[in-house]
């Protein structure tokens, strides 16, 4: 693992682009990867306007981690961070589009998006799902609904893309992107979005 201050790359990420790669994901790495910054950035932005410090930033070989101190974060705010992400995505996506014309950068930015926003705990949708359930019961009932829902999530992606590269011969890196949301909740007895 390199570290340099507060951040840190581990050797999973070196072989997560090299098995990218491999699969045949190279020409799209590079906007998939200027998507991913934006992404950060908004949660970054996000952080810094609530107040909260940012212990530490990490690539892995399933993305990028932020941790923060969000302890006295009202439930809202915590929301509106990780809510920035995907909207800062989702925004590009439209501005890329309407205005640019360069459709290619809009669909990474909006795949992307979507992509972080489903209910699955390693990304913005499962710590979305877990931060609302807890502001209306609590955080123990949260992780009781979003482990099942996670799991659930995950399989049915890796079985879709699993199909899609099965049948069109494409998708490959999908697949290893779903596979990448089932496998740590398969290792984990408990897991939630906490």
């Known amino acids: 693992m390199w570290t340099w201050g507060r951040f840190s790359v581990t050797w999973g990420f ?14 799209v790495m ?22 909260a ?8 070989a399933f993305g990028a981690e932020i941790r923060a101190d ?10 509106l961070c990780t809510l920035a992400g995907p909207a800062v995505n989702l925004l ?24 972080n926003l489903l209910p699955i705990p390693s990304l913005d949708g499962g710590r979305l799902l877990y931060l609302l359930v807890s502001w209306c019961t609590d955080p123990v009932l949260a992780g009781r609904v979003c482990r099942p829902v996670g799991v659930g999530c995950s399989a049915m992606l890796t079985a879709a893309a699993l199909a899609l590269t099965l049948w069109h011969g494409a998708g490959l890196f999908l697949l290893l992107a779903a596979a990448g949301t089932l496998l740590p909740q398969m290792t984990r007895r408990e897991r939630c979005a906490c």
């Open 70 to 79: 969000t302890r006295y974060l009202p439930y809202g705010r915590e929301i």
């Open 53 to 60: 410090a940012v212990e530490s930033f990490r690539l892995t």
């Open 14 to 27: 070196g072989a997560m682009l090299l098995v990218a790669g491999l699969a045949g994901a190279g020409s």
């Open 30 to 51: 590079p906007l998939v990867a200027l998507s991913a910054v934006c992404h950060e950035l908004g949660h970054l932005a996000g952080l810094r306007l609530a107040g």
């Open 92 to 115: 590009l996506a439209l501005v890329l589009a309407r205005t640019a014309g360069d459709y290619i950068l809009a669909g990474a930015n909006l795949l992307l998006g979507c992509f």
